[in-house]
């Protein structure tokens, strides 16, 4: 009777594969899309997006998504929508269906994969339909900072419902505790894709610095799959956090590269042998001109960083008084030492004015 009710009976060991939680950014800055036009689609990249979220929904019932667009003047969620005001009233407006809808009834395909198909199509046309011709043409950058921002609340907010829904209190505090010996993190693993089409970002050098920090704290690595262009601080944010960083030559390839370098997460690219930069850009963005630049001055309080001296030499930021020493100083000029003659003594030549010394002399 022991052996049937022992309480090892009931014991049972979890070893079901940790969920997945992949963020997606997806750079939609006009300017650059239309340059890319011609080599590679918005709507070609966007379905090969799609069939790369299918793939990685297919690896885990469990696995979760998310999808930020970075536009021109903001970012917005294209991936869960955001719940829409419902109107005070219980009254309902009926409209017809519209036709042009996607239909997710569709025997041939899998209903979740046509949910969120169906929803980021919407949101990313809505987003396309809003955008004001005024708002293309202020700025020719994007909102990657704060793309990453809403990548990285989403992650926070959803792995801490994982951690409550997940093991009890008491495992929680020891996974916690173990977590900084720990080379894949436990629980829900989550990390960050960005598919960056824009050039240089050193107007939010600050803020994107801020996000690669958080991340790396977090312990989540930022991928970035660069499709045009190139940007010196989101390298520094993928080797910040582990992540990893490819600037693709071909761009027809995309799907084949999503595939093959950036579908494995954190527990298989532990057995695999990931991409890795060669080269990583470690220049830094003054804070005056907002320029790149490679030597600079540097406040030594608040470390912010001026390619020139300010003008009174006072900090800009915390209007600390700089000691620049004799920078721009007039360098002391050392005079020349003459040399000296040459003496020609019986047809050889001596260095100094007194010839070699002969024994006896």
């Not at 042998?273 to 080269?279: E, I, K, L, N, S």
């Not at 010839?355 to 006896?360: A, L, M």
């Amino acid at each position: 009777m022991d052996r049937v009710d022992g309480s090892d009976h009931y014991e049972r060991t979890n070893n079901e594969e940790s969920p997945s939680l992949l963020a997606i950014i997806l750079d939609t800055n006009p300017h650059a899309w239309a340059l890319l036009g011609p080599t590679l689609p918005l709507s070609k990249a966007v379905a090969n997006l799609l069939v790369f979220i299918n793939a990685h929904l297919a690896c885990n019932n469990a696995n979760q998504v998310a999808v930020v667009a970075s536009h021109s003047q903001r970012a917005v969620w294209l991936y869960p929508r955001p719940h829409e005001l419902t109107p005070a009233s219980e009254d309902v407006d009926m409209h017809d269906v519209d036709a042009t809808k996607p239909s997710t009834n569709d025997a041939d395909k899998y209903r979740p994969f046509a949910l969120i198909e169906h929803d980021i199509l919407l949101s990313l046309r809505a987003l396309i339909s809003s955008t004001a011709p005024d708002d293309v043409s202020s700025t020719a950058t994007t909102q990657m900072a704060g793309a990453l921002t809403l990548a990285l609340s989403y992650i926070n907010k959803a792995t801490l419902l994982f951690s409550d829904s997940g093991p009890s209190s008491g495992d929680r505090s020891s996974n916690l505790a173990n977590a900084a010996t720990e080379i894949v993190p436990s629980g829900l693993v989550s990390r960050i894709l960005v598919l960056s089409v824009s050039g240089d970002l050193a107007d939010q050098y600050i803020p994107l610095m801020n996000t690669t920090f958080a991340a790396q704290r977090m312990r989540v690595p930022i991928d970035i799959l660069k499709l045009a262009g190139d940007t010196v601080f989101l390298q520094q944010a993928a080797d910040a956090t582990k992540g990893v960083y490819m600037q693709l030559r071909s761009p027809q390839g995309l799907l084949q590269c999503l595939m093959m370098a950036f579908l494995p997460d954190q527990n298989a690219r532990a057995h695999l042998m990931a991409p890795t930069q060669d080269v990583v850009d470690f220049r830094a963005a003054c804070f005056c001109h907002r320029d790149v630049v490679d030597v600079g001055f540097v406040c030594s309080i608040c470390l912010s960083i001026f390619c020139t001296p300010p003008e009174g030499a006072v900090c800009l930021i915390c209007g600390t008084h700089l000691a620049l020493g004799d920078y721009g100083a007039k360098p002391a000029v050392v005079p020349r030492k003459k040399k000296k003659k040459k003496r020609i003594i019986n047809g050889v030549e001596t260095g100094s004015a007194r010839g070699t010394p002969v024994p006896g002399e």
